[in-house]
């Protein structure tokens, strides 16, 4: 245990000189089958990850209701919440407290009904000591009630050995022994049974030496850590399907500890950054992790919205980080533009509880919550790519490491130019790269790669530097009543919107489908503007960058007729045209149908 967990635990009035409980008498231990190999878990990250996440340190039954709710009530998209502890009966049973949250199988059903997944947190550590230092968590009495079996089994690495982690002491699972995969399996058996996710800290962090003696032999923490993700996920997989998802660390470096990858890319279907501080230090941590992470190929990454802790990392007991609107409000915008977007922190803030500008940053975070809703059809066919192609990820950072500090720029699926703001001007340089066009997602304003263009949102809270890719096609779901984003709105809501910046080369977007079939959207300007889509088993509203209104634009040969308005066009459910001027866009509606499109827009 790290010198300034003692420290931090008795500034937060826990006993960490207290006796632990004695270690429990040894009973024969029961007939515990090994359990065969599992099948490798599938190289994938469900559509349904790429939802907006909200997380809350300490919570509950009734608050985990209000927190969602809160979000839903306000038109905010919430894809998943996860339970972080404390929320078992001990560390680790499996077992929901019941005075924290009862019927738990009737919360999980509630959540589902408003169409939000449930994760729960977890470690490998089964506890003799426990506590939660946290303002608001738990007590508990004597060791976690599975330890002595998992003692007197020989199911712990290092023949049982305790070591201390921050909610208390404990012994490690044996992943490599499979009479300990089959005892750790069945206990997880009723709770995975409802859940949709493991939230998977770095407990394993804590063990004080550099290898450890399992099952397997001697061998690095590494390879244990390794076994630890790789297993969580393989059973969840083959007890609940390929959607089934961990949340795992990738490269981390935090506290006083060195920085590693904690889960191999293949088990890593949600890769997060954590422990930030909530401050600029803290969003630059996250970017930094989440590069050396997407260099090396983890598809589906992204870091805690606003930063987890309100402390230095380095020094727990040291001044406390206030929370900062405006740090939290850039955060935001560059978490949505993330494949993994999540809200957590120690504070338990949201949007709306915030100290200062609070109908800004409601404002704000909704709109960056509807994009990233609404880019989910992009980032999951992305990711499905990028998980067939090892050594890939859905973020491209710009540069080399030395590089990176004060810029962290990236390409978003090979579609969008993201430069987050890291400092409190709200101004900074946009180097927009070479050999291609860049097009202003706020103005509309075409720019060539190699100019540098000049950013300032010091006024502007919401907006931060970001453009399109001349080539790109990027499909998306629009369910935005209120058209905040400016894509249709009501209109949109159950067709396919395609948004298209054509290219005299051509482009092309492989688009999964919601049952995995795949669509092909093809792109190509010239003298006329060419999109194709292989089927359209939604309606299908294009939106492709075109500058004056076109002589005339054909559906399979045929004319279409124009419209005088966006909504006329809706209104008329008939396939049609409409160009809007100030946005420098042809709007084209096409109803669903089996067969391909072939939509022919001739310049002026």
């Known amino acids: ?252 470096e935090s506290y006083e500890f060195a920085g590693r990858f904690f889960a191999k890319r293949e088990h890593a279907p949600v890769a997060w950054m954590g422990d930030n501080r909530r401050d600029w230090v803290g969003l630059a941590d996250a970017l930094d992790h989440q590069f050396v992470s997407a260099r090396a190929g983890y598809p589906m990454v992204g870091s805690d919205v606003g930063g987890y802790l309100d402390a230095d990392d380095k020094n727990l007991l040291g001044p406390k980080i206030p929370f900062d609107t405006l740090n939290f409000a850039r955060w935001t915008a560059a978490g949505a533009l993330s494949p993994f977007f999540q809200l957590h922190g120690r504070a338990n803030l949201t949007p709306w509880t915030v100290p200062d500008h609070v109908e800004e940053t409601v404002a704000l975070y909704k709109y960056w919550s509807l994009l990233h809703h609404a880019l989910v059809p992009f980032l999951y066919s992305r990711s499905e790519e990028a998980w067939a192609k090892p050594g890939t990820s859905i973020v491209a950072p710009i540069g080399e490491p030395a590089s990176w500090p004060g810029d962290y720029r990236y390409v978003l699926g090979d579609a969008f130019l993201v430069a987050p703001i890291v400092d409190e001007t709200g101004i900074r340089p946009v180097p927009l790269p070479a050999g291609s066009r860049w097009y202003d997602w706020w103005t509309g304003d075409a720019s060539e790669g190699g100019a540098t263009a000049q950013a300032d949102f010091s006024e502007d809270r919401l907006r931060i530097p970001l453009f399109a890719k001349e080539g790109a096609i990027v499909p998306l779901n629009v369910d935005d009543p209120d058209d905040l984003l400016g894509l249709g709105g009501a209109g949109a809501k159950g067709a396919h919107t395609i948004l298209a910046w054509p290219s005299a080369a051509g482009s092309t977007f492989s688009l999964r489908e919601d049952d995995d079939a795949t669509t092909t959207i093809d792109v190509k300007d010239g003298a006329q503007v060419q999109v194709s889509v292989s089927t359209a088993v939604k309606p299908l509203a294009l939106r492709v960058r075109f500058d004056d209104a076109p002589a005339s634009v054909t559906l399979d040969g045929a004319a279409l007729a124009a419209q005088a308005s966006e909504e006329a066009l809706v209104a008329s459910g008939a396939a049609g045209w409409f160009h809007d001027a100030a946005k420098k866009t042809l709007i084209v509606r096409v109803p669903a149908r089996a067969g391909a499109v072939a939509v022919v827009a001739t310049k002026p």
């Not at 008498?25 to 878990?41: G, V």
């Not at 990250?45 to 608050?63: G, L, V, Y």
Request: proline share 9%.
């Open 1 to 252: 245990m790290l010198p300034w967990f003692f420290a931090a635990l008795a500034a937060c009035g826990s006993d960490s000189t207290a006796e632990p409980a004695p270690l429990p008498a040894e009973e024969p231990c029961p007939e515990i089958p090994p359990e065969e190999a599992l099948p490798a878990p599938a190289l994938h990250t469900p559509r349904w990850a790429f939802e907006p996440w909200i997380s809350k340190d300490i919570s509950d039954r009734a608050d985990t209701y209000a927190f969602v709710d809160g979000f839903r009530e306000r038109g905010i998209p919430v894809g998943a919440v996860v339970l972080d502890s404390p929320w078992e009966t001990h560390y680790n049973t499996f077992v929901p407290n019941p005075s924290r949250y009862g019927d738990f199988p009737g919360l999980v059903r509630d959540m589902h009904d408003r169409g939000v997944k449930v994760v729960l947190w977890i470690t490998s550590a089964v506890n003799q000591l426990s506590y939660d230092f946290e303002p608001g968590g738990d007590a508990y009495e004597g060791p976690s009630p599975n330890l002595e079996e998992g003692l007197t089994c020989k199911l712990f690495l290092d023949d049982g050995e305790l070591y201390g982690w921050w909610k208390g002491r404990g012994a490690f699972v044996d992943f490599s022994n499979p009479r300990a995969r089959t005892w750790w399996h069945r206990q997880q058996d009723d709770v995975l049974g409802l859940i949709d996710g493991w939230k998977l800290d770095f407990a394993e962090s804590y063990i004080t030496e550099p290898t450890v003696r399992l099952a397997e032999g001697e061998v690095p923490l590494q390879r244990y850590s390794e076994l630890y993700y790789e297993d969580f996920l393989a059973y969840g997989q083959s007890k609940r399907g390929r959607d089934f998802v961990t949340m795992v660390r990738a490269w981390d």
